[in-house]
T-cell receptor, first 113, second 108 residues
Framework: EPEVTQTPSHQVTQMGQEVILRCVPI?????FYWYRQILGQKVEFLVS????????KSEIFDDQFSVERPDGSNFTLKIRSTKLEDSAMYFC???????????FGPGTRLTVL | KNEVEQSPQNLTAQEGEFITINCSYS?????LHWLQQHPGGGIVSLFM???GKKKHGRLIATINIQEKHSSLHITASHPRDSAVYIC??????????FGTGTRLTIIP
């Protein structure tokens, strides 16, 4: 069964460093999402992406964040200058045109020191 | 802004018991999702509902659009059902707004 994959599974970085989290959505899906979950808190929406542009973003998704679909298969989330409070589990999700069901990747645990 | 409330926050039950987890939301939606989060953190989509009832194996999900309420039931619960169950709502196909989750523990 097709699945969403994410790399790396765990990333440790120093405050102020740039990180890129990678996702490979299911191949025929056209809508892509990033969510995050700070430890012990609920999952929060970051950004949605369709037709090579951001369709919606939350107030969390400030100028430090960007998303890109560089090559038609990967979907990346970049954090330019990480802060301690960016430490969280980041989930990528994708869905097709035909359904509202979103399929989640296994997540990347980001730890900012 | 849609608020999503789940109850209970924590639930411990004996193997074999019938489990009910509730979800209420504040604003009209297009779809409600039930998700399962494993101890390792991964999220699996269980159901997407816009009306009525769906059944998959021992899991049943219902939604009452007028009352803005959904329930997830697990029949003949098993220790492998232990996980966090999350309710999330969305306008049509758009971003999900998540509840805080219900941590379910099934004791053998």
């Amino acid at each position: 069964e097709p699945e969403v994959t994410q790399t790396p599974s765990h990333q440790v970085t120093q405050m102020g460093q740039e990180v890129i989290l990678r996702c490979v959505p299911i191949s025929n899906h056209l809508y892509f999402y990033w969510y995050r979950q700070i430890l012990g808190q609920k999952v929060e929406f970051l950004v949605s992406f369709y037709n090579n542009e951001i369709s919606e973003k939350s107030e969390i998704f400030d100028d430090q964040f960007s998303v890109e679909r560089p090559d038609g298969s990967n979907f990346t989330l970049k954090i330019r200058s990480t802060k301690l409070e960016d430490s969280a589990m980041y989930f990528c999700a994708s869905r097709s045109l035909r359904t509202d069901t979103q399929y989640f990747g296994p997540g990347t645990r980001l730890t900012v020191l | 802004k849609n608020e999503v409330e789940q109850s209970p926050q924590n639930l411990t039950a004996q193997e074999g018991e019938f489990i009910t987890i509730n979800c209420s939301y504040s604003v009209g939606i297009s779809a409600l999702h039930w998700l399962q989060q494993h101890p390792g953190g991964g999220i699996v989509s269980l159901f997407m509902l816009s009306s009525g009832k769906k059944k998959h194996g021992r899991l049943i999900a219902t939604i009452n659009i007028q009352e803005k309420h959904s329930s997830l039931h697990i029949t003949a619960s098993h220790p492998r059902d232990s996980a966090v169950y999350i309710c999330a709502v969305s306008p049509a196909g758009e971003k999900l707004t998540f509840g805080t989750g219900t941590r379910l523990t099934i004791i053998p």
